[in-house]
């Protein structure tokens, strides 16, 4: 099956501590991003990836760290200089080639941090 | 810079009933995807509308993108409980970004049987 996975699918962790989450896709795809979404709210991109080696930040950066050593990897980092980690994060991908660059989403991890 | 704004932010309907979601930019968009979002769950890709005046259709959904290519519009016809959700038309940032979203907060869908 193709697609794109996340773990773990709920995190707990303690102030102060950085956590990494993990983000693979084995669908082929050179773009990856990431994604906070709260409450009741819209998804804000943390940052995104088009190739890898390189990546972007996003509209909310402070706070989180990222790398794109292979293609089929992007793993987000929450330091702990965010200031209200506490979210739901959504890992995407997309194609580069073609005008129609629909992103697969991964089914989410929730971070609860203490 | 580009906005775009999806009205209502939130809309109640009974089963059975019509809805119409409804995303104005200021200024013209090269397309226009839209997502669903289930409660608990994760985006999906519904569909992507590129032409001016273009209408699509999916069984009971039908998406419509502006002539000026600044809104596009989303209705459902006959609303079932499988039709909630968070409804999204992101921004496509375009350029050398291009495939970059900007979600706004959608619209969320309650259905009451």
């Known amino acids: 099956d193709g697609g794109i996975t996340q773990s773990p699918k709920y995190l707990f962790r303690k102030e102060g501590q950085n956590v990494t989450l993990s983000c693979e896709q084995n669908?082929?795809?050179?773009?990856m991003y990431w994604y906070r979404q709260d409450p009741g709210q819209g998804l804000r991109l943390i940052y995104y990836?088009?190739?890898?080696?390189?990546?972007q930040k996003g509209d909310i950066a402070e706070g989180y760290s990222v790398s794109r050593e292979k293609k089929e990897s992007f793993p987000l980092t929450v330091t702990s200089a965010q200031k209200n980690p506490t979210a739901f994060y959504l890992c995407?991908?997309?194609?580069?080639?073609?005008?129609?660059?629909?992103?697969?989403f991964g089914p989410g991890t929730r971070l609860t941090v203490t | 810079g580009q906005q775009v704004m999806q009205i209502p932010q939130y809309q109640h309907v009974q089963e059975g009933e019509d809805f119409t979601t409804y995303c104005n930019s200021s200024?013209?968009?090269?397309?226009i995807q839209w997502y669903k979002q289930r409660p608990g769950g994760h985006p999906v890709f519904l569909i992507q509308l590129v032409k001016s005046g273009e209408v699509k259709k999916q069984k009971r959904l039908t998406f419509q993108f502006g002539e000026a290519k600044k809104n596009s519009s989303l209705h459902i016809t006959a609303t079932q409980t499988t039709d909630v959700g968070t409804y999204f038309c992101p921004l496509n940032a375009g350029g050398t970004s291009y495939g970059k979203l900007t979600f706004g907060q959608g619209t969320i869908l309650t259905v009451h049987p």
């Open positions: 995407a991908s997309s194609r580069r080639d073609q005008t129609l660059r629909e992103q697969y």
């Open positions: 990836s088009q190739i890898v080696n390189d990546f």
């Open positions: 669908l082929n795809h050179d773009a």
């Open positions: 200024t013209t968009l090269s397309n």
